[in-house]
């Protein structure tokens, strides 16, 4: 009986052998032809149909140098329509397994995207800025000499001055409640932080109003005029100085009213 059973034993090990061989290739050759599909689809701009071709072969063989090309096309059929959350995970998973530079290069670029798609507007939660802003930087560190890098400058410059604009808005919202200590607090920061952005001169003119509702008419003054140089445009420090004049007697006229309070 143990022979016999031994047997039995041998013979389904070697059907199952036998099987795997002649499966195996079949499974290869459904999966390239679904590839194949899915590359169609791709190129026509069906971006559904083709994230479910890419997305088969990844469940189906993955590890496999298929899949992980299927993979890259799946990040891409995502990002295309949208599901930037979910693109991301993609093209992670793609960088994770891939030597493809240039694919690779393009899928860190792909994910600054993603992050950029996915904030908000400078008046809500900025933590999706701020992301979108350390991919960028990795992404210039990573590929200093990309053809991406000028675009990534450009975003990093539109992200500072969103960034900026929060803290200044949220200054001016602090004037309003007369918390001039606070104010200036974030003014400073946007200086501090992003003094090269188009709200910079605005932030001190903003340090200037603090000083002025808060009683200390010398104090905007001498602020004015140690900051002189430090303003980028010419306006904005003339408006500096109509302010000062406009306010000599320490009172708002309506002219700066409607500025703080518009």
């Given at each position: 009986m143990r022979i016999l059973n031994t047997i039995i034993i041998s013979l389904a090990v070697v059907f199952l052998v036998s099987a795997c061989r002649h499966t195996q290739p079949e499974i290869d050759e459904d999966l390239s032809i679904r590839f194949e599909k899915g590359m169609d689809y791709y190129n026509k701009s069906q971006y559904k149909k083709s994230k479910e071709e890419f997305d088969f072969i990844v469940m189906n063989n993955p590890g496999s140098r298929l899949a992980v090309e299927a993979q890259y096309y799946l990040a891409e059929s995502l990002f295309n329509t949208k599901k930037y959350i979910e693109a991301t995970v993609a093209f992670e998973h793609y960088?994770?397994?891939?030597?493809?530079?240039?694919?690779?290069e393009i899928s860190r670029f792909r994910m600054c995207e993603c992050a950029i798609k996915t904030s908000m507007d400078y008046q809500k939660d900025q933590e999706s800025t701020l992301r979108a802003l350390d991919h960028l930087q990795g992404f210039i560190e990573d590929f200093p000499a990309s053809d991406l890098v000028p675009e990534a400058t450009d975003e990093i410059r539109t992200i500072r001055a969103k960034l900026a604009q929060k803290l200044y808005e949220t200054g001016r919202l602090y004037l309003k409640l007369e918390e001039y200590s606070s104010a200036t607090i974030y003014f400073g920061q946007v200086l501090e932080s992003y003094y090269d952005t188009p709200v910079a001169d605005e932030a001190?003119?903003?340090?200037?109003?603090?000083?002025?509702?808060?009683?200390?008419?010398?104090s905007a003054e001498s602020y004015l005029r140690l900051n002189e140089n430090n303003f980028s445009s010419i306006e904005k420090f003339e408006d500096g100085n109509r302010i000062l004049q406009n306010t000599s007697d320490g009172k708002?006229?309506?002219?700066?009213?409607?500025?703080?309070?518009?």
């Open positions: 960088i994770r397994y891939s030597n493809e530079l240039d694919k690779i001190r003119i903003g340090i200037m109003f603090s000083y002025i509702l808060n009683g200390a008419y010398d708002l006229t309506l002219e700066e009213y409607i500025r703080l309070y518009k």
